[in-house]
C-alpha cells in the first residue's frame, strides 16, 4: 500500500523555504521520484521536471524544495512564472520573488546574478512553458554568474540548455489490470482514496469500491488533478457513478479530438466535466477570475466576479 | 472548505488571504472566457477597476502615514493585477463610471511605488532583500 506522507511540518535549520503555499492535503506516493530529482540536484545545477499540465509538476517541486532545504545555506526560493505575461519580465518577476532590487539602468537579471554572486541558495523555477526562452536565457546567466547557486524548474518543455539534467514526470503508477480488485501499491488509486475521504468522510475503500476507482484511475490516465477533481464529486455521484459519467464524457471528446496526447485529452476532459457540475453562476464565476493572474484576494474576485457569498468555496 | 478549482486561501507577503487557482484551470476558464464576449471585456474592465481602488487605497495609506513598507508589499502582491490592469487600460484607454481614463490614474497612483523601487533597489542585497 502506498503511504501518504503528510508534509515535513518542521523544515531543516540548515535552509527554508520561501513563497511555497503551505501544503494543504497530503502528498501520495511518488516518494521514489522524489528522492531521485533531490539526488539529481545533489549532481546537477539544473534540473527541469517536465510533464503536461496537471501531471503535478508544481506539487513536486514542492516536496523536493522541503526535502533538499537543508542543503542550502540561503535556502530555497519560489519564482512562479505562471502569471507572467510578457517574456521581457521574467527577470523581473524572479527579482521580486527573491526580494533583489532593481536599478533602473541595470538589467534585473545582471542585478539578480549580481546579488546571488554570494548566496547558496536553490531557485525554483515553476511554469515556465509560456516564456521558455526567456526562462533559459535567465537560468543561463545566473548559473554563470553565481557559482553557488541552483534551480529546479517546472515546465511542459524542457529549457535546453547546456547543463540541464531533464526529468520527465510519469503518470502515478496504476493498479495492475490483471487484479483490479486489488489496487494496493497503486499510487493513483491511493491519491483517489485519499482525496474521496477528504470529500466524504464515510468513503471506504473496500471490495465494491476498489475494482471502480481501479477503472476509473486508469481512465484518467494516472494524472493528479485529473484524480483530484473527480475525487472531490464521489460524496454526490459515488463511486459508480462517476465512472459512468467520465466514461461519457470521455467518449464523446475522444471522438472529436485523436490527435492529443491520451494524457491530456483525459485532463480537459475531467476539467470541462468538473466546469459542467457547477450551476450557471458559478461558471460565471469561474471563468471571470481567470482575469486574476495571480493569487487573488476574496475583494479581487468579488470585483471581477461580482458578489460571491460562500460561491468561491463552491467552485 | 470545499474547493475543487480553488486552492483555498493562505497569507501572502502582505498578510493578506488570497485563492490560488492552478495554471492549467485557469488556462481553461480564460479560453471559455474568451469565447463569452462582453463577459471578457466586463471582467477585464472590473478588473482594471480594482487594481486602480487597490492602487490609489495604498497612496491613500501612505499619505496617512500608515506605512511605506506595508503599502509597497501590498502592491508587491498585487504585481500581476496591477501590470495586467494597466496594460489592458492603456489599450482601451478605459473610463470608470464615466471617471477619467483609468491609466493616467493608474500610473500617477503608482509612481511613488515605482519610484521608491529604483531608489531602494539601487544596491541589489542591500537591506530590502529578504536575507541580512
Redesign the interface.
Known amino acids: 500500500m502506498v503511504a501518504a506522507v503528510e508534509p515535513s511540518a518542521v523544515i531543516d535549520a540548515a535552509g527554508s523555504v520561501h513563497g511555497f503555499p503551505a501544503a494543504l492535503t497530503s502528498f501520495v506516493g511518488r516518494a521514489p521520484v522524489v528522492d531521485e530529482i533531490a539526488g539529481h540536484l545533489g549532481q546537477y545545477r539544473l534540473v527541469t521536471v517536465t510533464g503536461p499540465g496537471g501531471a503535478g509538476k508544481t506539487r513536486l517541486a514542492g516536496e523536493v524544495a522541503r526535502q533538499v532545504a537543508g542543503r542550502f545555506a540561503d535556502g530555497v526560493w519560489l519564482a512562479e512564472l505562471a502569471a507572467v505575461q510578457d517574456p521581457a519580465q521574467v527577470a523581473t518577476a524572479v527579482a521580486a520573488a527573491l526580494g533583489v532590487r532593481e536599478l533602473p539602468s541595470v538589467a534585473a537579471a545582471d542585478a539578480l546574478a549580481h546579488a546571488l554572486a554570494r548566496r547558496q541558495l536553490l531557485l525554483v523555477l515553476d511554469n515556465c512553458e509560456h516564456v521558455i526562452g526567456a526562462a533559459a536565457e535567465l537560468c543561463g546567466r545566473l548559473l554563470l554568474g553565481a557559482d553557488d547557486i541552483r534551480v529546479l524548474a517546472t515546465s511542459r518543455e524542457p529549457l535546453q540548455i547546456a547543463g540541464e539534467a531533464r526529468y520527465r514526470l510519469a503518470s502515478l503508477t496504476l493498479p495492475d489490470p490483471e487484479h483490479p480488485a486489488d489496487p494496493g501499491g497503486s499510487e493513483a488509486v491511493a491519491l483517489f482514496a485519499d482525496r474521496a475521504r477528504r470529500a466524504d468522510a464515510s468513503f471506504a475503500l473496500d471490495e465494491a469500491t476498489a475494482p471502480l476507482v481501479a477503472r476509473l484511475v486508469a481512465r484518467l490516465d494516472g494524472m493528479p488533478l485529473a484524480i483530484e477533481l473527480a475525487a472531490a464529486r464521489v460524496e454526490a455521484l459515488g463511486v459508480a457513478q462517476l465512472l459512468d459519467r467520465i466514461d461519457d464524457r470521455f467518449t464523446l471528446l475522444e471522438a472529436g479530438d485523436r490527435l492529443a496526447a491520451a494524457r491530456q485529452r483525459s485532463l480537459a476532459a475531467t476539467v470541462e466535466w468538473s466546469y459542467r457540475l457547477l450551476d450557471e453562476r458559478e461558471r460565471r464565476v469561474f471563468r471571470a477570475l481567470s482575469v486574476l493572474p495571480g493569487p487573488f484576494t476574496l475583494e479581487a474576485a468579488e470585483a471581477v466576479a461580482g458578489p460571491t457569498p460562500g460561491r468561491l468555496c463552491c467552485i | 472548505?470545499?474547493?475543487?478549482?480553488?486552492?483555498?486561501?493562505?497569507a501572502?507577503l502582505d498578510g493578506?488571504?488570497?485563492?490560488?487557482?492552478?495554471?492549467?484551470?485557469?488556462?481553461?476558464?480564460?479560453g471559455?472566457?474568451a469565447e463569452?464576449g462582453e463577459?471578457?471585456d466586463a471582467?477585464?474592465g472590473?478588473?482594471a477597476?480594482?487594481a486602480l481602488?487597490v492602487a490609489e487605497d495604498a497612496l491613500a495609506g501612505l499619505a496617512a502615514g500608515t506605512g511605506e513598507v506595508a503599502a509597497a508589499r501590498w502592491l508587491?502582491?498585487?504585481?500581476?493585477?496591477l501590470?495586467?490592469a494597466l496594460?489592458w487600460a492603456l489599450e482601451h484607454d478605459a473610463a470608470v463610471d464615466g471617471d477619467a481614463a483609468i491609466a493616467p490614474r493608474l500610473a500617477a497612483a503608482l509612481a511613488w511605488w515605482w519610484r521608491s523601487?529604483?531608489a531602494?533597489?539601487?544596491?541589489?542585497?542591500?537591506p530590502?532583500?529578504?536575507?541580512p
Open positions: 472548505m470545499d474547493c475543487s478549482l480553488l486552492v483555498p486561501p493562505r501572502g493578506r488571504s488570497r485563492y490560488v487557482m492552478l495554471e492549467t484551470l485557469r488556462a481553461y476558464a480564460a471559455l472566457l463569452a463577459e471578457g471582467a477585464a472590473a478588473l477597476g480594482y481602488r508587491d502582491a498585487e504585481g500581476a493585477t501590470r495586467r496594460d523601487a529604483w531602494d533597489r539601487s544596491s541589489p542585497g542591500s530590502s532583500a529578504p536575507w
